[in-house]
């Protein structure tokens, strides 16, 4: 809120003879803002910026991003310093709660996501009146909003909200793990309380009544170190659309559902599912790397190199740059060190961070781009990459939500337009058309 952010010296605004005078406010770490809130009202103006890229919805303080420094905050701390301490429910409390939990605060939240780590046995039923060849993330999304009709407390706000907030970190977790058991006819496999949140999710995806699979603790290691990097980023396009969804007042699992399928984009979450597929096709078709950066190059071309580029970032990703230690260690660990697709990916980088067109357009790795090789290596398929993608970034959603439940400047989101059709035609009857 305004109240948050430091008044500074205000901005002048010129329309025709008419000079408008804006509150200009700072943020904690010198970003700045106009205060525009009442230009319509006091100019009949509005300001146009498709995809918001110049527009600020909210003061936030769950993470910092600063694109141009390559530097991702959480609650104040540095992604290089969680991703190297913390596991992916650490985070999650972080972002969630406002501060890294104590022993017993790790303790007891463990506890409660384990209590609520089993689905309703009516809606196991679900997953067997979907195809087999369903997408993930449309199983996903139906099942998240499904969870409103088990626990329609919600509605009522009856319920404390760390057990709704618990209930679905955990819940999401068993529903993707479902949905791939379901996808290739195995029984699901129900979540134990011997394991932790990430050992849950592997034993829940991989392990069978015929099959000795063990929980590698590398494996583990790994992918509690990709959700952390997945766990929340700023007012990215899931995030705002799951904000948009709360200020009309739709509960969380509402919110949740619709972030899940605004992250389904290939230019969103699927990008990671975009990247492997790219780099399939590739070594598939033994198709030359620099044939791929000059095709994405081409203004007429529909390509793009998937993996690349960022609204924000202008320089790595850092969450990239631990993405890919993380994937060249783990591979490594595998004896998959060989693996085509990394070499591939390795020069593709390469050739892509060392060429003008995406050096001039300050087009490097994002999160997406090595992280779908190490799932991969993990044996997740690349459907599940996506839903892989909102696991990680649920308590960043979650947070968000709650932030803007409390932010009494936030309003319902109804973004204005600039109309372009027909002014007022007469009416032609259907017979005299
Ligand atoms: C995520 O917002 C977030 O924080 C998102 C995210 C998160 O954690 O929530 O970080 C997760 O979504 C990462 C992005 C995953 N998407 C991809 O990897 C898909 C490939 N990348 C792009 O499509 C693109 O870079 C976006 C969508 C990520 C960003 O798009 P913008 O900011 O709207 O930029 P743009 O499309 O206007 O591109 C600017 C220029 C254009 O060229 P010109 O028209 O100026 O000549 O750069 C070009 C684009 O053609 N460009 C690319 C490119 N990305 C941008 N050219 C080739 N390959 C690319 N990948």
């Not at 190059?297 to 190199?305: F, G």
């Not at 783990?330 to 990394?342: C, K, S, T």
């Amino acid at each position: 809120m305004k109240t948050d952010m430091k008044k500074l010296e205000s901005a002048e605004l010129k329309i025709g003879k008419k000079i408008l005078n804006l509150d200009v406010y700072e943020g904690a770490l010198e970003e700045r803002c106009i205060d525009i809130s009442k230009l319509r009202q006091e100019t009949g103006y509005i300001t146009y910026d498709p995809g918001f890229g110049n527009t600020g919805i909210a003061s936030s303080d769950i993470t910092f991003v600063d694109g141009e420094k390559g530097i991702l905050l959480h609650r104040g701390y540095q992604i290089e310093d969680l991703a190297a301490n913390c596991t992916f429910i650490e985070v999650a409390y972080l972002l969630i709660f406002g501060k890294l939990p104590n022993q017993e605060e790790r303790l007891a939240f463990s506890a409660s996501l384990n209590a609520n780590s089993m689905l309703h046995e009516d809606m196991r039923q679900f997953f067997s009146n979907y195809p087999e060849h369903s997408h993930p993330m449309a199983v996903l999304s139906a099942m998240v909003v499904s969870l409103s009709t088990f626990y329609p407390e919600i509605e009522d706000e009856s319920e404390s909200i760390h057990l709704t907030v618990t209930r679905l970190l955990s819940k999401m977790r068993t529903i993707a793990a479902f949905s791939y058991k379901k996808s290739i006819g195995e029984p699901v496999r129900q979540p134990s309380w011997k394991y932790r949140y990430c050992e849950n999710f592997l034993s829940m995806m991989f392990k069978s009544p015929v099959n000795n699979y063990q929980i590698d603790p590398i494996v583990e290691r790994a992918l509690n170190l990709f959700l952390v990097l997945h766990a929340d980023h700023e007012q990215n396009c899931s995030t705002t659309v799951a904000r948009a969804v709360c200020s009309s007042g739709a509960n969380l699992y509402a919110s949740i559902a619709s972030g899940v399928c605004a992250l389904w984009g290939p230019l969103h979450g699927g990008a990671n599912q975009g990247v492997i597929e790219m780099l399939e096709k590739i070594l598939a078709g033994g198709i030359k790397p620099s044939d791929i950066i000059e095709a994405a190059k081409r203004k007429d071309s529909k390509l793009r190199l998937m993996g690349f580029g960022h609204r924000v970032y202008k320089t790595y990703d850092p969450r990239a740059k631990l993405a890919k230690q993380s994937c060249v260690d783990l591979l490594n660990h595998l004896g998959m060190q060989d693996d085509p697709l990394l070499d591939i990916a390795m020069e593709l980088e390469q050739r892509a961070l060392t060429d003008d067109y995406f050096i001039e357009k300050h087009l490097y790795p994002n999160v997406d781009f090595y992280t779908g090789i190490a799932y991969r290596a993990m044996g997740i398929p690349k459907n599940m990459f996506t839903v892989m993608f909102a696991i990680g970034r649920l308590p960043g959603w979650i947070a968000h939500w709650l932030e803007m439940k409390a932010d009494r400047e936030q309003r319902i989101v109804r973004p204005r337009q600039i109309y372009v059709g027909k002014n007022v035609l007469p009416f032609v009857k259907i017979e005299n058309r």
